[in-house]
Nanobody, 123 residues
Framework: QVQLVESGGGSVQAGGSLRLSCAVS????????IGWFRQAPGKEREGVAG????????YYTDSVKGRFTISDDNGKKTVYLQMNSLKPEDSAMYYC????????????????WGQGTQVTVSS
């Protein structure tokens, strides 16, 4: 099974930047789309960005477009989420997840999930 481990979360002030990493183990070409999601307390899990790995098409949701960038490194089998111009509303637990294709941002479309990494943005 595909295994995903997130890292890179932390606390920053508004306007700052963080880079999250999603290490992919036991990679399967049948699960070749990696998405980033986030969930704040009391809110639904929402999609952030996603990419066909390795080096394929990238997708972003409107709330982060222009501020976040998804990328990957095939040699390291790692997917990155560069987050710039962070806002307090970006505060959430961030998860990466794997799917066989990009079919939208419904969490139930994704087959494998990491444990999450916390991002806190203060004003």
């Amino acid at each position: 099974q595909v295994q995903l481990v997130e890292s890179g979360g932390g606390s920053v002030q508004a306007g700052g930047s963080l880079r999250l990493s999603c290490a992919v183990s036991k990679y399967s070409y049948r699960q070749n789309f990696i998405g980033w999601f986030r969930q704040a307390p009391g809110k639904e899990r929402e999609g952030v960005a996603g990419s066909y790995v390795w080096g394929g098409n990238r997708y972003y949701t409107d709330s982060v477009k222009g501020r976040f960038t998804i990328s990957d490194d095939n040699g390291k089998k790692t997917v990155y989420l560069q987050m710039n111009s962070l806002k307090p509303e970006d505060s959430a637990m961030y998860y990466c997840a794997a799917a066989s294709r990009f079919a939208g941002w419904r969490p139930d479309e994704y087959n494998y999930w990491g444990q999450g990494t916390q991002v806190t943005v203060s004003s």
